[in-house]
């Protein structure tokens, strides 16, 4: 599996861009909700309008990440892992086990990113998920017993 890891960040960041399209238009839409004339407390135990505050202060703190794992995305640098170099962050694993194959990026940021290139789906994993914890350092060719999985995991390929 020799994907186009320009190609593959591309296209991590596009599905980012498109999620921080999302918060914005929510978080404004919060915000404008908190600071309507109709959700101003009518008592004490009214909190319409402070429920929004905390919603659309969460939602804009989602875009604040989503700005930061862009750019961070935006200024990695795509290289070559030679045969037999142990995985690290930008490195794209194939991983098999009972003979279905996954594909993982690991990236800095932004686990849990699913994107499509070559048929295939990528799954962008970091090196602090439990997987990424497991795979760091590992190479093509070696086998990982995960937790609560009882057939093992055999590495395929890093590249």
Request: proline share 3%; hydrophobic share 35%; glycine share 8%.
């Amino acid at each position: 599996m020799a994907l186009n890891k320009r190609l593959l960040i591309k296209k991590i960041i596009e599905r980012l861009t498109a999620e921080l399209a999302v918060y914005y238009r929510a978080a404004q839409f919060s915000r404008a909700e908190a600071t309507h004339e109709q959700n101003k407390a009518e008592s004490k135990y009214d909190t319409r309008g402070l429920e929004a505050s905390y919603l659309a202060r969460g939602q804009s703190k989602q875009a604040a990440e989503l700005e930061t794992a862009i750019e961070t995305y935006r200024e990695l640098k795509v290289r070559a892992f030679a045969p037999g170099e142990p995985i690290q962050t930008g490195a794209v694993v194939e991983v098999e086990q009972d003979g279905d194959t996954n594909a993982y990026f690991i990236g800095p940021c932004a686990g849990g990113t699913e994107v499509i290139q070559d048929k295939r789906e990528v799954l962008v994993i970091t090196l602090q998920s439990p997987l990424g914890e497991q795979l760091k350092g590992k190479k093509a060719g070696d086998r990982l017993k995960l937790p609560g999985h009882k057939t093992d995991y055999r590495i395929v390929s890093v590249g």
